[in-house]
């Protein structure tokens, strides 16, 4: 298992966007994906929609925006840094589900979630190859 960082900036706009985005679809899950600019040190999201058969329980991103997403980072010459989706259901760590088909080890996993306590939180974990689950602190350049 390969050690990554265990604590990783999230831009507040970045930050702000997708859990707003959540927000805004509290009963499906939204998934994107973030990509990031060293030279400048900027980050972009990119909303990806769902096309899951049950949406507010799971997601799988379009395959054709994925694809169009990817041509766009790679033209920006930026790098894919992250993927992130919901859980509505209030759960912040990674189910058995998005861990077992979970395969962009490169990249970290952030998901959204109201938690127990109903408020919209972020959380940030490495899934590596072996399916075990490294959590990672995300902060904002606030």
Request: with cysteine; hydrophobic share 30%.
């Amino acid at each position: 298992m390969t050690t990554r960082k265990n604590s990783i900036k999230i831009s507040l706009e970045i930050a702000t966007r997708i859990l707003g985005d959540a927000l805004n679809n509290p009963f499906q899950e939204i998934c994107g994906l973030i990509s990031y600019d060293k030279k400048s040190d900027t980050q972009k999201s990119y909303p990806i929609r769902n096309v899951a058969t049950s949406p507010n329980t799971h997601f799988e991103m379009d395959s054709t925006q994925l694809i169009a997403t990817t041509k766009q980072v790679r033209n920006l010459k930026h790098k894919m840094f992250a993927i992130y989706h919901s859980h509505p259901n209030g759960n912040i760590t990674p189910s058995s589900q998005d861990i077992q088909q979970y395969e962009y080890h490169d990249l970290l996993y952030i998901i959204i979630s109201p938690g127990n306590d109903g408020i919209l939180n972020l959380a940030g974990y490495w899934i590596h190859q072996n399916k075990s689950v490294e959590p990672v602190t995300l902060y904002t350049n606030t």
